[in-house]
């Protein structure tokens, strides 16, 4: 079986300032994992994500993340936050030999002029 | 443009009635889903196919069906035995393999009358 936990629902921050949303997952096998970004009544658009390899991964939109195998996270970062950052974003994992994405339940970034 | 289109955006269903979704795709790809998404759940797989004519049960197929005549095409009818329909349906395709992105419709809102 494979799930993946969003902690926070939503998070305020201040146009210009650093953001982390927070995805933690599990999985009995190797996983891969993705961040996915969502703007209001759209579908889903992909930011990032780790296959295999080095454990920080580039996106776009200026967006990272770091893929943590000893403490199963893969939280997203973002140095300086804009405006059109707000969305809401979504963790997403696919275990080795499975044919299905599991997908947390979503962190609505907010931010404040 | 290479994509996956869903129509219509908006769904009015009256109490009884059967409606049918339908997502299109251009990218050549054998794999479709349709996700449900409800505020503060995340996207919640209803059906999948990785070939034409061939379809798997999802974690929350009552109430609804599929069908998978073409490789393009993959519509998603919302039966009267679906007693909450209300949602955000969300249409999704990628190439097989497990390591593969899944690439996103622009979703369609289904609303009950």
């Known amino acids: 079986a494979q799930s993946v936990t969003q902690l926070d629902s939503q998070v305020p921050v201040f146009e210009e300032a650093p953001v982390e949303l927070r995805c933690n997952y599990s999985?009995?096998?190797?996983?891969?994992l993705f961040w996915y970004v969502q703007y209001p009544n759209q579908g889903l658009q992909l930011l990032l994500k780790y296959l295999s390899g080095s454990t920080l991964v580039k996106g776009i939109n200026g967006f990272e993340a770091e893929f943590n195998k000893s403490q199963t996270s893969f939280h997203l970062r973002k140095p300086s936050v804009h405006i059109s950052d707000t969305a809401e974003y979504f963790c997403?994992?696919?275990?080795?030999?499975?044919?299905?994405?599991?997908f947390g339940t979503g962190t609505k970034l907010q931010v404040i002029p | 443009d290479g994509g996956i289109t869903q129509s219509p955006k908006y769904l009015f269903r009256k109490e009884g009635q059967n409606v049918t979704l339908s997502c299109e795709q251009n990218?050549?790809?054998?794999?479709m889903y349709w996700y449900r998404q409800d505020p503060g759940q995340g996207l919640r797989l209803i059906y999948y196919?990785?070939?034409?004519?061939?379809?798997q049960k999802g974690d929350i197929a009552e109430g609804y069906s599929v069908s998978r005549e073409k490789k393009e095409s993959f519509p998603l009818t919302v039966t009267s035995a679906q007693k909450n329909p209300t949602a955000f349906y969300l249409c999704a395709s990628n190439e097989p393999g497990r390591r593969e992105t899944q690439y996103f419709g622009p979703g369609t809102r289904l609303l009950v009358l």
């Open positions: 999985s009995s096998v190797s996983v891969y």
């Open positions: 196919s990785q070939i034409v004519n061939d379809f």
């Open positions: 997403a994992v696919r275990g080795e030999g499975y044919q299905k994405v599991t």
């Open positions: 990218l050549n790809h054998d794999a």
